[in-house]
């Protein structure tokens, strides 16, 4: 069956823009979880969304937010993009037990 | 909040060494996972420990966890160039459905 599916793979955004993330979950999968990847501060948990509601956050500002669609899929959302805010953004789907984390490729954002 | 600390932070092994990953938890550890990363890519699942004792392999991966130490290592035997990487381990968050990981460890596989 088919993995998780990130889109796009590669963004590159400026400063002050705002950037939307997607990801299809495996199918049958109802949980979405989403991390930011940096070299300074590794795996950090960014939320979990499950039936189209969001169970669980991690310690981002507001600029974050996502949200889940009733097939599942899943976006994030960063406004006013920060030089910071360069990073692989993964995402990854789970039953709704949550056990057995399947990610995906990944989203390399770059703000200039 | 959990924290997962792994040693070492990265390892350069010649080809058909052994060498062991770790990684400690700050909390008891009710489930850890395994994964591995090539660089600026996914997460590939290697396998889940949920028991205290409990040993899996995985063609020359082998994962234990040990609960009363709160540790789990990750061995692997006669190291190829395709075990370089990055090694994760992960752990549930306390209120569920998503991990916390540690740093990472970094394998660079000489011939």
């Known amino acids: 069956k088919a993995g998780v599916t990130q889109t796009p793979r590669y963004l590159i955004k400026t400063r002050g823009q705002q950037v939307t993330l997607s990801c299809s979950p495996i199918?049958?999968?109802?949980?979405v979880s989403w991390y930011q990847q940096t070299p300074g501060q590794g795996l950090q948990f960014l939320f979990e969304?499950?039936?189209?509601?969001?169970?669980n956050k991690g310690n981002f500002p507001g600029r974050f937010s996502g949200r889940q669609f009733s097939n599942s899929r899943s976006e994030m959302n960063v406004s006013t993009l920060e030089l910071g805010d360069s990073a692989l953004y993964l995402c990854?789907?789970?039953?709704?037990?949550?056990?057995?984390?399947?990610f995906g490729s990944g989203t390399r954002l770059t703000v200039v | 909040s959990q924290e997962l600390e792994q040693s070492p932070q990265s390892l350069i092994v010649q080809e058909g060494k052994n060498l062991t990953i770790n990684c400690t938890s700050s909390?008891?550890?009710?489930?850890l996972y395994w994964y591995k990363q090539k660089y600026g890519e996914g997460l590939i699942f290697l396998m889940m420990?949920?028991?205290?004792?409990e040993e899996k392999s995985h063609e020359k991966i082998t994962a234990k966890l040990d609960e009363k130490k709160q540790q789990s290592s990750l061995h692997i035997t006669a190291s190829q160039p395709s075990h370089a990487g990055i090694y994760l381990c992960?752990?549930?968050?306390?209120?569920?459905?998503?991990?916390?990981f540690g740093k990472g460890t970094s394998l660079l596989v000489t011939p």
């Open positions: 199918s049958g999968h109802r949980s």
């Open positions: 990854a789907s789970s039953l709704e037990s949550g056990r057995g984390y399947t």
């Open positions: 992960g752990a549930d968050r306390d209120s569920g459905y998503a991990l916390n």
């Open positions: 969304y499950f039936s189209e509601t969001q169970r």
């Open positions: 909390k008891t550890l009710y489930g």
């Open positions: 420990l949920q028991k205290g004792g």
